[in-house]
């Protein structure tokens, strides 16, 4: 049990119930699992994320986030058999908020998510990716979301994927990746440039076409030290605060519309939660770029 304090409120409580009036940030569970390449439990881990943020405050460096107004508008029902809602669901968010983070689920969610923020600015749109893999497959998976969107029409020169590593993805779809234009900005990258540097390359790209911006946070781009539940994170991933970091950046752009927070198995989480907790933390890291938007 959890001690209380009137002093140090709760994350949590700084989520309220969707009753469809308008709010700096907007929650969404999009617990979509049956697709998965590799078997998982996603689908149990935005209601575990929520549990999370029973852990954590609402201070940071930037301030506090009291004054980011946040809704949590529930859960997508059936999200692998109802793409359609989910994409209406997230449109309709994003007309009366400035940011809608979706909880998967497996990282085919980013599909819906994003082009529910697109509209109809998907040929102007953009798409930023913190991953270990292109996913770029065929069908209908969480390897292949961004083929999707590709197909979809969304401009593959638009498209920056960031922490892509080493002996995650095969030599044909790297070789696509390159040829479709995509800019890939390599795990070993993370590791010489400053990630504000590498953040402003990746808005250049994929802010190009002046229309909104997706970004894509799939989970396992971290090392597998930090994301036990992330099936197919690596050893030698980046670290829990570069992801922490590269999510606070990417809120703070005015032209990122949408977030999604994907692969993580709650079922599958170490003892200690240390996955899940990671990601309560960036769903507070988005709002803390929220506020900084604000300068």
């Not at 819906?112 to 991953?131: Q, R, V």
């Not at 590709?150 to 920056?160: C, H, Q, T, Y």
């Not at 400053?194 to 946070?217: Q, Y």
């Not at 999510?247 to 709650?266: C, G, N, Q």
Request: proline share 4%.
């Amino acid at each position: 049990m959890l001690k209380e304090d009137a002093a140090w409120p709760r994350a949590a409580a700084w989520l309220k119930a969707d009753a469809g009036a308008k709010a700096d940030l907007a929650l969404l569970g999009v617990p979509a699992n049956l697709t998965s390449i590799s078997a998982t439990g996603a689908n149990a881990t935005p209601d575990a994320i929520r549990q999370a943020l029973l852990r954590y405050s609402l201070q940071a460096s930037a301030g506090s986030i009291e004054s980011i107004s946040a809704i949590d508008a529930g859960n997508i029902d059936d999200p692998d058999h109802n793409e359609a809602v989910t994409i209406a669901k997230v449109a309709e968010l994003t007309t009366r908020t400035e940011l809608v983070v979706a909880l998967g689920g497996d990282n085919s969610v980013t599909y819906a998510t994003a082009l529910g923020a697109f509209g109809t600015d998907l040929e102007t749109a953009g798409l930023i990716t913190f991953d270990a893999h292109h996913d770029i497959r065929h069908g209908v998976s969480n390897g292949s979301p961004v083929r999707r969107l590709i197909e979809a029409g969304l401009n593959p020169k638009r498209i920056v994927q960031i922490g892509i590593n080493d002996f995650s993805n095969s030599p044909a779809y790297a070789n696509e990746a390159a040829e479709l234009g995509i800019r890939v900005i390599h795990r070993d990258e993370l590791e010489t440039r400053a990630l504000a540097d590498v953040m402003a390359e990746a808005f250049g790209v994929a802010g190009s076409g002046g229309g909104p911006i997706h970004v894509d946070i799939d989970v396992d781009v971290c090392d597998r030290a930090f994301v036990p539940a992330c099936p197919a994170a690596a050893p030698g991933g980046i670290t829990a605060y570069q992801l922490r970091k590269l999510a606070r950046l990417a809120a703070a752009h005015p032209r990122v519309k949408s977030i999604d927070v994907t692969e993580i198995d709650a079922t599958a989480d170490s003892a200690d939660g240390r996955t899940v907790r990671l990601g309560a933390l960036l769903v507070l890291e988005a709002a803390a770029g929220l506020l900084e938007r604000r300068g």
